[in-house]
């Protein structure tokens, strides 16, 4: 058995035992798009507007509090009880060692994906237009804010400590919904569009409505590559560019 799939066994162990994690990871991203979706449904069919909602709540709760929050915890426990220092003198590599706690997230986006878009379909939605782009939305997403929990953890002491640290990576990623993009100022547009959840949720959108304005008319699945171009883009500088930080001000040692 390799490194990588005994640290990956391990830490889906750890998941399975901690019943409340566990839960809050199944049921929170589902819950309120579930909502959303029941109410929402018109004749027994999901307007795309009722679909756009419900996976912008879905990719938040996701990204923001099952992959961020719970990595970001994750990651200042174990340097604070040392986990980390003494699997540097095992077989592990660094990257072995940091990927390890991500690997549930992972697992549980892809899982919680299909679930999502399963039930969007059972109660009448169209369809995704680019399912390409969903999963490109989705599964960098998830890589991003790893990346993103992991520069937050080198200045933050232990769990607790991340309740407060946290703050500012999740008040940008609210910036980047849609309530905020439609009340804030036409000229801040072009940098809202550079936030990490607002490249996501374009990227939802062209992938599954094929537009990134539900109001507006669908793109065909060849014609949404074109302003998908720019999400995409926007979600890789954002992994590369935490990544590049992350290798050299990462902590293994708790701080003083």
Request: glycine residues 6%.
């Amino acid at each position: 058995m390799s490194t990588m799939t005994t640290l990956s066994r391990a830490e889906f162990t750890l998941l399975v035992r901690n019943r409340v994690l566990l839960f809050n990871a199944l049921v929170m991203p589902l819950l309120f798009p579930v909502v959303f979706l029941f109410i929402g449904r018109e004749d027994g069919a999901l307007p795309d507007a009722i679909v756009s909602s419900a996976l912008e709540v879905f990719a938040l709760f996701l990204l923001v509090f099952l992959v961020y929050y719970n990595l970001l915890s994750s990651y200042a426990t174990r340097r604070d009880e040392l986990v980390l220092k003494r699997l540097r003198t095992g077989e592990a590599t660094d990257n072995q060692i940091l990927l390890g706690p991500a690997v549930p997230s992972f697992a549980l986006t892809a899982l919680l994906t299909v679930v999502v878009a399963g039930i969007v379909l059972v109660l009448g939605g169209n369809l995704p237009v680019n399912p390409l782009l969903l999963v490109a939305a989705l599964g960098g997403g998830a890589a991003m804010f790893a990346a993103l929990a992991l520069i937050t953890s080198t200045f933050t002491r232990n769990a607790e400590a991340a309740q407060i640290t946290s703050l500012p990576i999740i008040l940008l990623a609210m910036a980047g919904t849609s309530f905020m993009r439609d009340i804030a100022p036409d000229s801040l547009a072009p940098v809202i569009d550079l936030t990490p959840i607002a490249a996501v949720l374009d990227l939802v959108n062209l992938g599954w409505i094929g537009t990134t304005d539900p109001t507006t008319d669908s793109l065909s699945f060849a014609e949404t590559f074109s302003p998908a171009l720019q999400p995409l883009l926007v979600i890789a500088a954002w992994i590369v560019g935490s990544i590049v930080i992350a290798k050299t001000h990462f902590r293994w040692e708790p701080r003083a």
